[in-house]
């Protein structure tokens, strides 16, 4: 029986990522270590919380006191708990430092004192940065530009050095943008899924022409999980389905799955320090045995049905936080949208 602790276990991959251990895996008993801030939803695990071979904790990964309780026994830490959305980081990045960089710390440091065997820190692609041309290697430099992704290289970097000073067993993974079930409807995908269905504008930042590399969440999943086996110790793996598309082009697509009005998307002021292109080489995972199994069209299918199908699910979560936020990021730039687009 391998004991496993997912933290950030009831956000969008964590929760995903349990459910995917469960389907392939017998002989497994999971922890989910969880803050529950507003980006988790215990909604998200609901289905597990009766199973015998499953334990929900509400708790931040910054107390060492509960660490210490949780991580006797221990085998694997998967560390998904962070802040993760840019536009948040952007307005004000303290709780990104506190739990990206320090929770991250406090986890290491425990995981060595309790001689866990394993620990994979979930990273991302935004740390190396804007790409032009070609893709990103493992052993390219950092260069992060904004407070999410700077809070996610500095607990990138502490993983690599508590591997290199002290040999705990870290293995890196770094992941393109994900999306699919239980997405928090604040990220791109989510947001324009929703807002098209209630018929809202869909607020593209600057030209529409940023790229990212999309891979459905269960892909990474299934690669997270090879890594957890099967990686060496020490090294960083890119994750990515090499499916890079602009903004512009998704949220086109998204109007016309919902059968909405291709005039509802709006194009509003940029995300200061916007990145321009993400993109992943991913020889090295594929190396592992690896591959993704769902294409871009099919996953952007998959996932528009599932939002059509859940919205309890989402209404649940656009409520009273998520309308202040999305008055704060929004108001002003879609007001300032509509004015030019009444004058042209
Ligand atoms: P999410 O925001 O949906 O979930 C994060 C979870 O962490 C939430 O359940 C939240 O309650 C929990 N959490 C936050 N602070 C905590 C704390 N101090 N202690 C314990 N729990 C805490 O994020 P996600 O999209 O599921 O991302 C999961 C991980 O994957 C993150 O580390 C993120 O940086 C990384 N990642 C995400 C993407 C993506 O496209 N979503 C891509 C690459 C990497
Ligand atoms: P997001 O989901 O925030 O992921 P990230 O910035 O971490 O890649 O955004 C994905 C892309 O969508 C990114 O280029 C920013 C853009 N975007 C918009 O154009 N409008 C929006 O309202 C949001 C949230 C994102």
Same mark, same amino acid.
């Given at each position: 029986?391998?004991?496993?602790l997912v933290t950030?276990?009831?956000?969008?991959?964590?929760?995903? /990522?349990?459910?995917?251990?469960?389907?392939?895996?017998?002989?497994? #008993?999971?922890?989910?270590?969880?803050?529950?801030?507003?980006?988790?939803?215990?909604?998200?695990?609901?289905?597990?919380?009766?199973?015998?071979?499953?334990?929900?904790?509400r708790?931040?990964?910054c107390?060492?006191? !509960?660490?210490?309780?949780?991580?006797?026994?221990?085998?694997?830490?998967?560390?998904?708990?962070?802040? $993760? #959305?840019?536009?948040?980081?952007?307005?004000?990045? =303290?709780?990104?430092?506190?739990?990206?960089?320090?929770?991250?710390? $406090?986890?290491? %440091?425990?995981? !060595?004192? #309790?001689?866990?065997?394993? /620990?994979? %820190?979930?990273? $991302?692609?935004?740390?190396?940065?804007?790409?032009?041309?070609g893709? /990103?290697?493992?052993?390219?430099?950092?260069?992060?530009?904004?407070?999410?992704?700077?809070?996610?290289?500095?607990?990138?970097?502490?993983?690599?050095?508590?591997?290199?000073?002290?040999?705990?067993?870290?293995?890196i993974?770094?992941?393109?943008?994900?999306?699919?079930?239980? %997405?928090?409807?604040?990220?791109?995908?989510?947001?324009?899924?929703? +807002?098209?269905?209630?018929?809202k504008?869909?607020?593209?930042?600057?030209?529409g022409k +940023?790229?990212?590399d999309?891979?459905?969440?269960?892909?990474?999943?299934?690669?997270?999980e090879?890594?957890?086996r099967?990686g060496?110790?020490?090294?960083?793996? =890119?994750?990515?389905?090499?499916?890079?598309?602009?903004?512009?082009?998704?949220?086109?697509?998204?109007?016309?799955?919902?059968?909405?009005d291709?005039?509802?998307?709006?194009?509003?002021?940029?995300?200061?320090?916007?990145?321009?292109?993400y993109?992943?080489?991913?020889?090295k995972?594929?190396?592992?045995?690896?591959?993704?199994?769902? $294409?871009?069209?099919?996953?952007?299918?998959?996932?528009?049905?599932?939002? !059509?199908?859940n919205s309890?699910?989402?209404?649940?979560?656009?409520?009273?936080?998520f309308?202040?936020?999305?008055?704060?990021?929004?108001?002003?730039?879609?007001?300032?949208?509509?004015?030019?687009?009444?004058?042209?």
């Open positions: 029986m391998k004991r496993i950030g276990g009831a956000g969008f991959i964590g929760s995903n /990522f349990v459910r995917f251990l469960y389907r392939k895996k017998r002989n497994v #008993h999971i922890t989910v270590l969880d803050k529950l801030t507003y980006a988790g939803n215990i909604s998200n695990i609901a289905d597990f919380m009766d199973r015998k071979d499953f334990n929900f904790i708790g931040d990964i107390n060492g006191s !509960l660490l210490d309780r949780i991580l006797p026994g221990i085998d694997i830490i998967y560390n998904f708990a962070a802040e $993760t #959305h840019v536009d948040r980081s952007i307005l004000k990045a =303290n709780s990104f430092v506190r739990t990206d960089v320090m929770g991250t710390y $406090t986890l290491l %440091q425990r995981a !060595l004192k #309790h001689h866990t065997t394993r /620990f994979v %820190q979930i990273s $991302t692609d935004e740390v190396y940065g804007s790409v032009k041309r893709s /990103f290697r493992e052993d390219d430099p950092l260069k992060p530009n904004s407070p999410y992704s700077a809070s996610k290289s500095g607990a990138d970097l502490l993983a690599r050095a508590f591997y290199r000073t002290y040999r705990l067993p870290v293995v993974t770094r992941s393109s943008n994900n999306y699919g079930p239980y %997405q928090h409807p604040e990220k791109f995908i989510p947001l324009f899924i929703t +807002n098209a269905v209630e018929g504008p869909l607020p593209l930042y600057g030209d +940023n790229v990212r999309w891979i459905y969440v269960e892909d990474n999943c299934s690669a997270i090879l890594v957890g099967k060496n110790v020490g090294e960083v793996y =890119n994750i990515g389905a090499g499916e890079e598309r602009m903004n512009i082009e998704i949220a086109s697509l998204i109007v016309d799955m919902v059968g909405a291709r005039s509802l998307i709006t194009f509003i002021s940029d995300r200061p320090g916007h990145d321009r292109r993109s992943l080489d991913t020889r995972i594929r190396r592992l045995g690896w591959r993704p199994s769902v $294409t871009f069209e099919e996953g952007i299918a998959k996932t528009v049905r599932w939002y !059509l199908k309890g699910w989402w209404k649940a979560v656009r409520g009273g936080s309308k202040r936020y999305y008055r704060e990021l929004y108001s002003e730039r879609l007001a300032r949208a509509i004015e030019r687009k009444a004058k042209s």
